[in-house]
């Protein structure tokens, strides 16, 4: 399975933007780039997913590198809510279905 | 929409007892999945069922664990018998398409 790197942790303060970096240079043709979170004390919850080309949606965007080795996951405001564990994900398709394979993510922490 | 419910969200047993968690996932989404995670660990993939046939459990530890999947909706998940590193929180999650949606886990602890 392809891997990807993450850093262990990353602080952020409240209401500024924040870009959380993924590393993944063995990533294959056909492998989509998801981003799940998960909150303390709470199952993993989907941020975003995407293949070549950027993407945007009401919790955050993903911009992903013209060679599509690494990526990075923008929240443009932090909150207080959004500190958690953030997981990038290569995902295996099998058809409209996917085997995702979790790494230990990167623990976000926002400052009031 | 109603998310994917778990039950029991906490059990503690003692080692060599057996434990079934139930998961009841999203109405219409056909792939279930089961996740064990260990306390600071991501989750990993024990058995993901499509339907009611089985996708892939290459690695659920099949001299303990069993899980099925009736008629396509309900899920179980049984461990018999329990050892100590079973501990963790076990996690459903079902899927319509490349999202999944998780539930809120059962923490297992075992003594």
């Known amino acids: 399975d392809a891997k990807t790197t993450q850093p262990n942790s990353m602080e952020s303060n409240e209401e500024e933007p924040v870009h959380l970096p993924c590393n993944h240079s063995?990533?294959?043709?056909?492998?989509?780039i998801h981003w799940y979170r998960q909150l303390p004390s709470q199952g993993p919850e989907y941020v975003i997913h995407?293949?070549?080309s950027n993407v945007n949606n009401r919790m955050a965007s993903l911009a992903i590198a013209e060679d599509r080795k690494s990526s990075t996951l923008i929240l443009h405001r932090a909150t207080l809510r959004d500190a958690a564990v953030y997981y990038c994900?290569?995902?295996?398709?099998?058809?409209?279905?996917?085997?995702?394979?979790f790494g230990k993510g990167i623990t976000l922490s926002v400052r009031p | 929409e109603a998310g994917v419910a778990q039950s029991p969200r906490y059990k503690i047993i003692e080692k060599r007892q057996s434990v079934a968690f139930w998961c009841n996932p999203i109405s219409g989404h056909a792939t279930l999945y089961w996740y064990q995670q260990i306390l600071g660990q991501g989750p990993k993939l024990l058995i993901q069922?499509?339907?009611?046939?089985?996708?892939?459990d290459s690695q659920l530890p099949k001299d303990r664990f069993s899980a099925e999947r009736l008629k396509g909706v309900d899920s179980t998940l049984k461990i018999q018998p329990a050892k100590l590193e079973d501990s963790a929180v076990y996690l459903c999650?079902?899927?319509?398409?490349?999202?999944?949606?998780f539930g809120p886990g059962t923490r297992l602890t075992v003594l």
């Open positions: 995407g293949l070549t």
């Open positions: 999650a079902s899927s319509y398409y490349l999202e999944q949606f």
């Open positions: 069922f499509q339907n009611n046939g089985v996708v892939d």
């Open positions: 063995t990533i294959s043709g056909t492998d989509y």
């Open positions: 994900i290569l995902s295996i398709t099998t058809g409209a279905n996917s085997k995702l394979t």
